[in-house]
């Protein structure tokens, strides 16, 4: 498609259990974003790739939370034993990048995936 | 690490008036400021980025902004506030240099009267 896409569009879970998060970028670009957005705050940084690679993980909050993106593609965020806590939506944002520099580029949001944890 | 103040939770704005948006900076270092726009149940959609160059930047929907450098602001400005304008507005702030993260601060809800 012409945009991010994020699938679910909307998640209810029960405390405990494993959730996984989709997100697939605009064709052709090489960075993904991985942000949480929690009500009446702005996006909180989790995590951002360059291709295939976590470039910067330094935002995932604690070791229930895991993202991949085995192709450089479609990426996966994994949170594990989810906790009431981790209500939130979650926003996926690609953009054109180049490895080891700063991007000018200016980055294309999803429309998120909004996690209820009872 | 790089941060955006936005003091004002929301900003109240009768039609057909100037609207601006305050925010304030810190990084290390040259900044990249970038503005959002977030309708209700919406992802965030650019508005306009400061890179190098001309202090005074268009964007998209008649917006415009003002890097001041040594005031580190970043303010969003309209002219002639449309209802549609309502939403929330987002400013975001990158290092020129080093990490790619885009740090973002809390927004403003821009109410505009008819």
């Known amino acids: 498609g012409a945009g991010v896409s994020q699938t679910p569009s909307n998640k209810v879970t029960e405390k405990g259990k494993y959730v996984e998060l989709r997100c697939d970028p605009i064709?052709?670009?090489?960075?993904l974003y991985w942000y949480r957005q929690s009500l009446g705050q702005g996006p909180e940084f989790l995590i951002y790739f360059q291709g295939t690679g976590a470039a910067d993980d330094s935002g995932l909050p604690n070791d229930r939370f895991f993202a991949v993106r085995p192709e450089g593609s479609v990426s996966t965020l994994k949170i594990q034993r989810t906790e009431r806590g981790d209500s939130a939506v979650y926003l996926c944002?690609?953009?054109?990048?180049?490895?080891?520099?700063?991007?000018?580029?200016?980055?294309?949001f999803g429309e998120g995936s909004r996690l209820t944890v009872l | 690490a790089q941060s955006v103040a936005q003091p004002e939770d929301q900003v109240n704005v009768a039609e057909g008036n100037p609207l601006t948006v305050k925010c304030t900076y810190s990084?290390?270092?040259?900044?990249?400021l970038f503005w959002y726009v977030q309708y209700p149940n919406r992802g965030l959609q650019f508005l306009l980025k400061y890179i190098t160059g001309d202090n005074l930047v268009k964007g998209s929907y008649g917006f415009e902004a003002e890097f001041n450098k040594s005031q580190t602001s970043f303010h969003l400005k309209k002219p002639s506030a449309l209802v549609s304008d309502s939403a929330l507005y987002f400013c975001a702030v990158r290092a020129s240099y080093g990490n790619n993260r885009l740090a973002f601060g809390k927004g403003n809800q821009v109410v505009v009267i008819p």
């Open positions: 944002a690609s953009s054109l990048t180049s490895s080891g520099t700063a991007s000018t580029g200016e980055l294309f």
């Open positions: 990084v290390s270092g040259n900044p990249y």
């Open positions: 064709s052709g670009h090489t960075a």
